[in-house]
Every structure is written in structure tokens, then in C-alpha cells.
């Protein structure tokens, strides 16, 4: 047990990190007391609608202090090692942002223990304390906090790219809107827009079966 009286916390999430379009976005939150999180109706993001996000966002950011780390599409394609290694950095520079005696991160290695380690060793801190645990935005109200900021953060970029690209729908390959999207542009164009990660497997699939539909309509 980790007495975090007169202690700094903060949590950390990420949004968008198993996306096919647009960025992933790290945030943090930082306070004195978890304690004053309580009241808010702080869940995990994804169960929120949109429009009570961005009312939480707004309540979070004002009151304080928040950091995240946006990776491009391009960023992530050329990172090196794994995308767990490259999301453990971004926790790591959120949190080196902050400074926080100690950090509760939401581990998206399937080694939560293991996530923590590499968090802690990247950020630098050496008297840092880090708590990591899978579905952390479940469990703790401050990775909750954390998970609003990087989904509004996301959910704004991804509007933006919108404006730009048209209708991307979510971004994640689940949705059938973000797939007829890549398909429409690829088939236009022959190579994926600057908003996706060209290095994803659903990327080259889309490649694949457009190429191989061209065909069958040249013969």
C-alpha cells in the first residue's frame, strides 16, 4: 500500500492507439488529491457520451493540471520496436511533463507489471512510484481523468482531418464508415491518405483487395 499523503499523482491514458486514421494522444492528469476527483462522474471515456466528455474536459482542464503527447500517423510508421514499446514512451514523456511523485498508468501490454517498468525507467524520475494495471481507467478516477482528456484531445484532431479528408468515421478498422473511407481514397488516388498509418496490416489488406478489384474490372 502506497501512502499518498502530501504525494503528487497524476494518471495517464492514451487514445488511438489500435486507430488505422489519424493520431494517438497521450494525457495525463496531475493533482494533490484523488480525492477531489470524487463527485465528478469520472468514468472511463468510452462510456461517456460525447457531449458530457467535453463538459468533464472542460472541468478537468480548468481545474488542473493536464499534458499530452499527440504522435502522427507519419510518427508512429516510422517509430522503432514494438507499438507497446513506442506507447510506453509516450506515458513516459506525459509523465516526465508533470512530474508527479507518483503515476497510475493504464498498461496496454498484456505484462502490466512489465509496462510499468519500461514507463518508469524512460520517464527518468528516479524517486517515481508507478502503479499499472490493465483497465486502470476503470479502477482509478484519476486514469478515468486522464482517458477524457486524450479522447476529447483525439476526437478533436480526428474532426479536424474531417474537414480536410471527409467523412472518417472513427478511425478504428471496426468501423465500416473509416474502411469505405480508405477504400474510396485508395481506389482514387492508389496510395492511402497522409492521415493513416500506412504500416497497419489494414492498410495493406484495403491496397490488396483494391488492386485485385481492378483488375478483375480490367479483364
Not at 487514445?15 to 494525457?27: D, E, H, I, N
Not at 498508468?105 to 505484462?111: E, G, I, K, R
Request: glycine share 8%; hydrophobic share 40%.
Amino acid at each position: 500500500m502506497i501512502d499518498t499523503d502530501q504525494m503528487s499523482i497524476c494518471g495517464v491514458d492514451e487514445a488511438g492507439k489500435g486507430s488505422v486514421l489519424g493520431p494517438m494522444v497521450t494525457a495525463g492528469v496531475l493533482v494533490a488529491d484523488a480525492a477531489e476527483l470524487e463527485g465528478l462522474g469520472l468514468r472511463d471515456s468510452k462510456q461517456l457520451t460525447p457531449h458530457r466528455r467535453e463538459e468533464l474536459y472542460g472541468e478537468i482542464t480548468h481545474r488542473w493540471k493536464t499534458a499530452a503527447v499527440i504522435r502522427t500517423p507519419a510518427e508512429i510508421d516510422s517509430r522503432t520496436g514494438t507499438m507497446n514499446a513506442f506507447t510506453a514512451s509516450c506515458h513516459a514523456a506525459v509523465i516526465r511533463s508533470l512530474t508527479p511523485d507518483i503515476a497510475y498508468v493504464d498498461a496496454c501490454d498484456v505484462n502490466a507489471a512489465r509496462f510499468g517498468s519500461n514507463v518508469r525507467e524512460l520517464a527518468g524520475l528516479p524517486k517515481l512510484q508507478i502503479i499499472s494495471e490493465h483497465k486502470a481507467d476503470d479502477t482509478f478516477l484519476i486514469v478515468g481523468a486522464a482517458s477524457i482528456v486524450a479522447k476529447v484531445t483525439r476526437d478533436r484532431l480526428v474532426d479536424e482531418l474531417s474537414k480536410e479528408f471527409g467523412n472518417l468515421g472513427s478511425g478504428y478498422p471496426s468501423d465500416p464508415a473509416t474502411i469505405r473511407f480508405l477504400e474510396k481514397y485508395i481506389r482514387e488516388h492508389g496510395y492511402p491518405p497522409s492521415c493513416a498509418r500506412r504500416t497497419w496490416k489494414t492498410v495493406d489488406e484495403i491496397i490488396a483487395r483494391v488492386s485485385q478489384q481492378s483488375l478483375t474490372d480490367f479483364f
